[in-house]
């Protein structure tokens, strides 16, 4: 069994090998048949050394990107090849393709990047801190109140730009030594201006219901899916209705680890298209692509996971639950809104019908809700957020200057060409 299990897993690195390579051929022939980027161009870099499967960590900042764009072109260091086809496919900001630190040293020598922004903690980010004379700001992929929002690695970047005071709130109370004032620079939730896709669907009378469920986690800590737990059961119960609308958008990771959390994903699938067959006016929708906004903005109500989705829809400021995880060992921040949600837990789930219509109706939970967006996103008028991005933008430009002009005629120089281990291109 252990020959046959070594030789499974062989099997499938040299798949992943000669498909990361097929990549990398396909990337450099598209990018080859393109214009060269300009030299001295480039003034913000998005650092991304993922693969497409955390795609979605990138998406959400595309259209606050191409805005501040605008004003300071950006430019997208990708390190995988997988991530940087999808990127080129997609309604990204130019793309450099830097799969080795050579590659990146490169590149950076050419421009006058000054921002590095990072959407997630990939350990990779740390070759991209060697090169100092530039600000390295952690922007995030989304606000929540996972154990995700407090780890150290803040402490890594110089800048953080965060949504509001819940979240300054929450790195004060966690890290020790963390100049919070200091250090993160509020600005809301831009992505809010910038909801993107169209309905897929007819409005009419239906209420409508997103369920949006994160993965099943790779740790206890972490179990906070619910497609396994809640999830069939709140569908099945809202498909047979004939009053509802359901919109399921799962975690594009769901049942990586568990294949039992796997296959209960794809029977809400089946369902949602069985539903689809038997009543073609119900219009249901599975919905896995890449535009985010028109869900959070057209759904009567939300139902998520412990997840950056809480956030999003709270951005929105309309009625949502969450649903409370079946694993007592997944660690809830019972510090922030998660101490004054609207839970749903595995037995209300057999009740969603009225679960829903109470949330809609009960104004002490309206009232709440209102309370707790001003809280994590202070002022959600339209455009106000993505001024605050901009301004911040700004800031550390003018801080940059500051720094630079100290050393006006002086030489420094603070990278090299030597190769440091892991300067392979990704195959």
């Given at each position: 069994m252990g020959a046959m299990s070594d030789a499974k897993k062989a099997y499938r690195l040299l798949r992943r090998a000669l498909a990361s390579r097929a990549a990398v051929q396909r990337v450099r022939r598209r990018l080859a048949d393109a214009p060269p980027h300009p030299e001295g161009h480039y003034q913000v870099a998005v650092y991304f050394a993922d693969g497409a499967v955390n795609m979605y960590q990138m998406r959400q900042w595309y259209r606050p990107l191409a805005a501040l764009a605008k004003h300071?072109?950006?430019?997208?260091?990708?390190?995988?090849?997988?991530?940087?086809?999808?990127?080129?496919?997609?309604?990204?900001?130019?793309?450099?393709?830097?799969?080795t630190v050579r590659d990146l040293e490169r590149f950076i020598a050419k421009q006058d990047i000054r921002v590095v922004l990072y959407v997630n903690q990939n350990t990779r980010n740390f070759q991209m801190f060697r090169y100092g004379r530039r600000w390295h700001v952690f922007i995030n992929h989304g606000e929540s109140d996972k154990m995700y929002m407090t780890t150290n690695q803040y402490k890594a970047y110089d800048y953080a730009l965060v949504a509001g005071q819940a979240a300054r709130d929450r790195l004060s109370r966690t890290l020790w030594d963390y100049d919070v004032d200091e250090r993160t620079i509020e600005i809301g939730r831009p992505q809010a201006d910038h909801y993107s896709g169209t309905l897929p669907y007819t409005p009419d009378d239906r209420t409508v219901v997103l369920y949006a469920p994160t993965w099943e986690g790779d740790r206890p800590s972490a179990h906070y899916g619910s497609i396994a737990s809640h999830g069939e059961t709140l569908v099945n119960e809202l498909l047979a209705t004939g009053r509802h609308r359901v919109i399921y958008r799962p975690h594009p990771r769901s049942g990586v680890v568990d294949g039992a959390y796997g296959s209960a994903h794809k029977r809400i699938v089946a369902a949602i298209a069985a539903a689809n067959a038997a009543?073609?006016?119900?219009?249901h929708v599975y919905d896995h692509g890449a535009d985010l906004g028109w869900q959070l903005s057209a759904a009567d109500v939300a139902i998520v996971d412990i997840s950056a989705m809480v956030y999003d829809r709270l951005a929105a400021g309309r009625p949502l639950m969450i649903t409370r995880p079946s694993d007592e060992r997944a660690s809830i921040d019972t510090k922030g809104y998660l101490a004054d949600c609207e839970w749903l837990t595995v037995d209300g789930a057999r009740d969603i019908v009225a679960e829903v219509e109470r949330v809609r109706a009960d104004e002490a939970a309206v009232a709440r809700l209102t309370m707790w967006v001003q809280h994590y996103f202070g002022d959600t008028t339209p455009g106000v957020a993505t001024a605050k991005f901009h301004d911040a933008i700004e800031q550390l430009f003018e801080e940059w200057e500051r720094w630079h002009a100290h050393e006006v005629?002086?030489?420094v120089t603070d990278e090299d060409d030597d190769d440091e281990e892991g300067d392979e291109e990704e195959i």
């Open positions: 300071r072109p950006v430019v997208v260091l990708a390190r995988q090849a997988t991530g940087a086809e999808r990127l080129l496919e997609e309604d990204a900001p130019p793309v450099a393709f830097v799969p009543d073609s006016s119900a219009q005629g002086t030489v």
